[in-house]
């Protein structure tokens, strides 16, 4: 069976430092990938999304960016936090070939950026 | 612009009772909607989903209806159970046949409290 793993669970930061966030996926192959952001009181709104290794689209403007260095690796970085980007992150993935495409969703990462 | 839409931030309801869950979408390319569960501080799971070729599907107490010509759709829950508390949210997607472009577009959700 499929699983998605996501790291750390929790995180606190100071404003301005690096951030990555982890994703991996097991037990499936060319997955598509997405990193979503749930801020508070506020719905989930996609922020990445990746079809394959290197392939990166991004929805919205951002201070964040987006690597697949590894067919089931996705990650999510920073290089200088702001107060903004506080919130909850959520990596989803789905089967490539799905004709229609339920997403799963990881355990989330809660980013506090002080 | 939102195009998927849950107008009711929070719904209460006594345990036994129904639960009605609304969702409206505004582009009509959406041919595919889900419904999402989400409790605090973890990941939404896939609860139940509806193709725009169907009117109505059921998994045990979980009803999904859509109304294409009203670009509106719910989430019946019956009996409502004090579990049911969560975040629910409502989730569509214009997929297309063979790409590998699939993304959703999802609501602001609704928070469900079901009493004991």
């Known amino acids: 069976s499929q699983t998605i793993h996501q790291w750390p669970a929790t995180l606190v930061q100071p404003v301005g430092s690096p951030l990555s966030l982890e994703c991996t996926v097991e037990g499936t192959s060319n997955p598509n990938l997405y990193w979503y952001r749930q801020a508070a009181g506020r719905g989930l709104q996609l922020l990445f999304y990746s079809v394959g290794i290197g392939q990166i689209s991004s929805e919205v403007p951002q201070n964040l960016s987006a690597s697949r260095p590894q067919d089931r690796q996705f990650i999510l970085s920073s290089k200088k936090l702001l107060l903004s980007d506080s919130g909850f992150y959520l990596c989803a993935w789905t089967a490539r070939l799905a004709v229609y495409n339920e997403q799963f969703f990881g355990p989330g990462t809660r980013l506090t950026v002080l | 612009d939102q195009q998927v839409k849950q107008n009711s931030p929070s719904l209460s309801v006594q345990e036994g009772r129904i639960s009605i869950l609304n969702c409206d979408y505004t582009n009509s390319m959406f041919d595919y909607f889900l419904w999402y569960k989400k409790y605090p501080a973890e990941g939404p799971t896939f609860l139940i989903s509806?193709?725009?070729?169907?009117d109505k599907n059921e998994d045990g107490r979980f009803t999904v209806f859509l109304n294409k010509s009203a670009k509106h759709l719910s989430l019946h829950i019956v009996p409502s159970q004090p579990g049911d508390s969560a975040v629910y949210f409502c989730a569509a997607s214009d997929a297309v046949r063979g790409g590998s472009n699939y993304k959703l577009t999802f609501g602001k959700g609704t928070l469900l409290t079901v009493n004991p």
């Open positions: 509806i193709s725009s070729i169907k």
